[in-house]
């Protein structure tokens, strides 16, 4: 009997170490099923806004993965293009927009942290870090490249959607036909093929769906007969002016200065002080670099031609609602002197002025004190909006030389228009025509050397400065 006691004494420890072994495993296992099921995350995001999705999360022991839902493009898009859009776009193979792969988590304290790789319909990877705490997702989205942070996300379990998505449809037509700049335009076969789909029962669940199928059916149609076309969900916050758009460094010779325009949302003080800098350095060749450059507001960019434009100059004209009722005569430059004009770097100035004339001229005055050394401008595909007035009166003027490729032709004046449901539609309310008559937006502005515009910084160095 005292043998048989001590076998079991012995045994006892075994078992509850054990016990205590299989309890922590299922510690872990069931703190990864948290993840289960289905979360309505946000993503804040500069293209779209901060727009919702419902992604899916399917998990395995300390490891998950989640999409958006399967077969969408199907419903949005038809068997046709869906299939094209998966040919090009690897990640969505399986119809949905988003998905993370490959995630893993660790639980420390009350927190379940997860990792995974992120992929989306517009070509965008990444890695994501983030922690599931109190039922709430908080995490960030990484470059793989260098680490750097692409965007952010939260989100809370499943919560019903009550947003009207045909409510919205239907605001986008009722908006752009009493908003844009010539209702002329709406009888283009594109337009009404995609005023056409509005109007069907399209099945959308979320606000991507929504968002994805304005974009691919407008900003990525070639054959869309207008820009500055894009739906975008509010944000809750604002990120004010942004800061750091441009960028002055020397070549190796301090005689060539380089001037990096990431954009033109800037203000007019802080490009006039860049060029402050510029005109005390002597620089005898300027490179101006407007590669991926998507525009911005007027401000900055009237005050760059103020400090490089030698003599005055109209550039050209935007057209309004008012002025196509009335007539589809475009304006000659020499009927510019009886037309207003907006000389002053001054956004809110110009906004008024679209709302109350018919035609509005683009005067550059040259500042007291310019720049007259030689320059040259690198371009792009993405060089687009506020750049393309100025990089066709620099190439048309002489002033400039033009390295690189064809601007992106999207140059219209836009106003941002409430919808309902907290969406926002960017209308074109008006046209633009240069001086001498070219409409320059679905056009762009060809180089005058054609180069990759990876190589285009090079080729100015090697062949056409001496």
């Not at 500069?46 to 899916?56: A, D, K």
């Not at 109007?199 to 974009?215: M, Q, S, T």
């Not at 002055?248 to 002080?273: H, N, P, V, W, Y």
């Amino acid at each position: 009997m005292k043998n048989y006691t001590l076998k079991l004494l012995r045994i006892i420890p075994i078992v509850i170490i054990g016990f205590f072994s299989l309890s922590v495993h299922a510690q872990k296992d069931n703190s990864t099923n948290l993840l289960e099921g289905k979360w309505n995350v946000v993503f804040p995001e500069t293209n779209f806004g901060e727009y919702r999705i419902n992604l899916i999360f399917e998990t395995k022991s300390n490891t998950f993965n989640a999409y958006t839902r399967k077969n969408v493009l199907k419903d949005l898009f038809g068997s046709i293009k869906s299939k094209f859009i998966k040919k090009v776009i690897k990640s969505v193979s399986d119809g949905s927009l988003v998905k993370i792969t490959n995630g893993t988590t660790y639980l420390k304290n009350d927190t379940l942290f997860i990792k995974g790789t992120y992929s989306d319909v517009l070509n965008q990877s990444g890695d994501i870090e983030g922690y599931l705490y109190n039922s709430k997702i908080s995490g960030t989205i990484y470059s793989k490249i260098n680490h750097s942070e692409i965007g952010t996300f939260f989100s809370n379990k499943e919560t019903t959607n009550t947003t009207d998505y045909s409510r919205v449809m239907s605001g986008i037509i009722d908006t752009t036909s009493k908003y844009i700049y010539d209702k002329a335009i709406l009888n283009h076969r594109i337009w009404k093929r995609y005023k056409y789909k509005l109007r069907k029962p399209i099945h959308i669940e979320d606000d991507l769906e929504l968002l994805i199928f304005h974009y691919f059916s407008t900003r990525k149609n070639k054959k869309f007969p207008f820009s500055h076309f894009n739906l975008i969900r509010k944000m809750e916050f604002g990120n004010g002016t942004p800061s750091n758009t441009v960028f002055l460094s020397d070549s190796l010779s301090r005689q060539t200065g380089i001037l990096r325009i990431k954009s033109f949302a800037g203000s007019a003080e802080e490009m006039d002080s860049v060029f402050k800098i510029i005109l005390s350095k002597n620089y005898k060749n300027l490179i101006v670099d407007l590669r991926k450059n998507g525009g911005g507001g007027i401000a900055s960019s009237l005050m760059f031609g103020k400090r490089v434009i030698e003599n005055e100059l109209n550039t050209g004209v935007f057209l309004t609602r008012r002025w196509f009722d009335s007539t589809n005569v475009i304006p000659t430059s020499l009927q510019y002197t009886d037309l207003p004009y907006v000389i002053q770097p001054d956004l809110f100035q110009f906004l008024a002025q679209m709302k109350t004339e018919k035609a509005i001229v683009l005067k550059v005055i040259p500042a007291k004190e310019v720049y007259k050394g030689k320059i040259f401008v690198l371009t792009d595909k993405r060089t687009a909006s506020t750049c393309e007035p100025l990089v066709y009166a620099l190439k048309n003027t002489g002033r400039g030389i033009v390295v690189g490729e064809n601007t992106a032709g999207a140059m219209l004046g836009m106003s941002f228009i409430n919808l309902s449901d907290d969406f926002i539609l960017t209308v074109p309310t008006t046209d633009y025509f240069t001086n001498d008559g070219v409409r320059l937006d679905k056009v762009g502005v060809a180089p005058n050397f054609e180069v990759e515009s990876d190589n285009a910084l090079k080729y100015v160095f090697e062949n056409l400065i001496k």
